[in-house]
């Protein structure tokens, strides 16, 4: 059994997790609010980078150091700064996209409750069914790193919902692609068939010029 003073100092021990743990969620949380209710869209990009700042932290007080580098390091370095720029550099008229709201709006209503009964779900899963919490953890071996433990669960039980995903990922990257793609009359461009049939016949011509004579 543990003395009274052992749990007293766990106690003590925990209070700077839990005030920093309260710090990064509040400020994510608000940060959150602000992306979606912004309407400069460079203001959106800019609280959304301190979204994962401060989730960042919370994977690091959850012991999750390789999620907390991977928030940084790819998602703020450079999926944010991506965006950023795209949105800066690009001269998108926000106006005329706003137009046609109205005419989507009920859709959106719909998806947006379909997404709140969903989330509301999630959070509430352990008072609905308190005995699903369990099911899909994996044992932790403490033998193990933290980023070996990850590629050993992501690879391995969840792998075929992993290459799910990025298949996913790559259906959502060609769409945007195709949806982007706007193909000018006036370009002259390149066409791999006609230029694989090419023959040295139809690229140059050989002129027999007589001596002192010109072209």
Do not use: W
Request: hydrophobic fraction near 60%.
């Amino acid at each position: 059994m543990c003395s009274p003073t052992h749990l007293i100092a766990e106690r003590e021990d925990d209070e700077p997790s839990a005030i920093f743990f309260y710090v990064f969620s509040t400020i994510a949380v608000i940060s959150a609010l602000m992306v979606i209710s912004s309407r400069n869209p460079v203001h959106s990009v800019l609280f959304l980078i301190l979204v994962f700042l401060n989730a960042s932290g919370l994977f690091l007080l959850a012991g999750a150091e390789f999620l907390a580098l991977l928030l940084v390091v790819v998602y703020v370095g450079a999926v944010m700064v991506l965006f950023l720029f795209v949105v800066m550099m690009l001269d998108v008229d926000f106006g005329s996209m706003r137009q046609g709201i109205l005419q989507y709006m009920p859709i959106g209503v719909v998806i947006g409750i379909i997404f709140l009964l969903e989330l509301l779900l999630v959070a509430g899963s352990f008072v609905i069914a308190p005995q699903l919490s369990g099911v899909a953890t994996v044992p932790i071996d403490m033998g193990v790193q933290n980023t070996k433990a990850l590629g050993l669960v992501i690879y391995t039980r969840y792998a075929f919902l992993f290459e799910g995903a990025g298949a996913v990922l790559l259906v959502a990257m060609i769409g945007a692609i195709v949806l982007t793609l706007r193909h000018k009359v006036n370009v002259k461009r390149q066409d791999p068939a006609v230029q694989s049939a090419r023959r040295p016949a139809d690229a140059m011509k050989i002129v027999k010029v007589k001596s002192g004579q010109g072209l």
